[in-house]
């Protein structure tokens, strides 16, 4: 499949600037077979389309300030974006400035703070805390809630809530795994008396996520890593439901990415702890997820890809131009679609 097969227009106004002003009052797209159905909705549904035996999981990852702003000595404006963090001093981050940054340059951070540029692999730019300050210090003292580009708007106080969700524990992602912010605890709640478990994994979110892909060619992208972590509860937990004829229900495409990758590094869902650079697109085989549930993604993105392997390209754009032309909020802060997988999951 080329690029331009995961293209569709989008007008601005429907790109969410803002959350609702309840976690659950977004809307919901529910998908149907293979016949094309859908029915409109709301997330307070999303209870009612569980049963009793199913697992759902969650990517317990915390979004980190990863957004800074500083000057060189020269005066020059730099915009920083943590990517990944290395270690309590060191991280690697893209930087946006007039002129060139080069290692061994110091970077002056508002309000406080500065950081050294130490080196550069690719496009990203290894960084340090200077004057032995840790970066969760800078990040505490410094930092902005990275909203996505999409997002026209600086970020503000309400944005250190809304963009995080109720369960998020393990700080280190950059962006939000973005389905999941439309659960609160009394969805959860909700969710867990009718019968179903859950289960957490980890996936440190990275701003490698909104990379686009260069060309028309999607065979030779090369996705960016993040660090992930399924844990052996986790994995028992959904054997369990599994073993009893449950369905494992994905809360995010990070979290189908994190299991789907345990998955295909051990033959069969088994604890994994390392980084992934799994890039799921058509003919992939999933092993692990039924159902998942997951906002709209941006035009030839390679979430959209996933969603497409995982339901099949032609019922996934179809409800997308549905979607479109029906007026819902897309992206970050918007509203989300209910899948079912398109095929019999590959033997594990």
């Known amino acids: 499949m080329q690029l331009s097969d995961f293209d569709y227009v989008l007008p601005d106004s429907q790109i969410a600037q803002h959350p609702t002003a309840r976690r659950r009052d977004a809307r919901l797209l529910v998908v149907g077979d293979e016949s094309g159905q859908w029915t409109d909705g709301g997330i307070a549904d999303l209870p009612g389309l ?84 840790t ?10 809630i990275p909203l996505p580009p999409y997002i026209t708007r600086a970020d503000d106080a309400a944005d250190a809530e809304r963009y995080q969700t109720v369960f998020a524990a393990q700080p280190g992602a950059v962006a939000a795994p973005t389905a999941g912010l439309h659960l609160d605890e009394s969805m959860l709640a909700e969710i867990a008396a009718r019968g179903v478990a859950t289960a957490k994994v980890t996936l440190h979110v990275g701003a490698g996520t909104f990379q686009p892909i260069r060309g028309d060619s999607i065979d030779g992208h090369v996705m960016h890593a993040e660090r992930i972590e399924v844990s052996e509860a986790a994995c028992a937990t959904i054997a369990e439901a599994r073993a009893a004829g449950g369905r494992v229900i994905a809360i995010g495409t990070t979290v189908a990415r994190a299991l789907e990758s345990a998955a295909q590094a051990c033959g069969s869902l088994a604890p994994f702890r390392g980084d992934t650079r799994l890039f799921i697109k058509e003919g992939f085989q999933f092993r692990v997820v039924d159902a998942l549930l997951t906002n709209f993604h941006l035009p030839r993105s390679t979430l959209l890809m996933l969603v497409s392997a995982f339901a099949g390209h032609g019922r996934v754009m179809a409800a997308y131009e549905h979607a479109v032309a029906a007026g819902y909020r897309f992206f970050s802060y918007g509203d989300a679609m209910w899948l079912t997988h398109q095929s019999p999951r590959a033997a594990s």
């Open 135 to 144: 970066l969760p210090e800078l990040l505490a003292a410094s930092g902005h």
């Open 50 to 133: 569980f049963r009793a035996g199913d697992v759902m999981v969650l990517n317990d990852t915390r979004v980190i300030p990863a957004r800074l702003f500083g000057r060189k000595a020269t005066g020059g404006a730099v915009e920083i974006m943590i990517e990944r963090v290395m270690s309590p001093q060191q991280a690697m981050a893209q930087l946006r400035a007039s002129k060139p940054t080069r290692p061994g340059t110091r970077i002056a951070l508002e309000p406080s703070g500065a950081i050294e540029v130490w080196g550069r692999e690719g496009d990203l730019f290894l960084i340090q805390g200077a004057d032995g300050a």
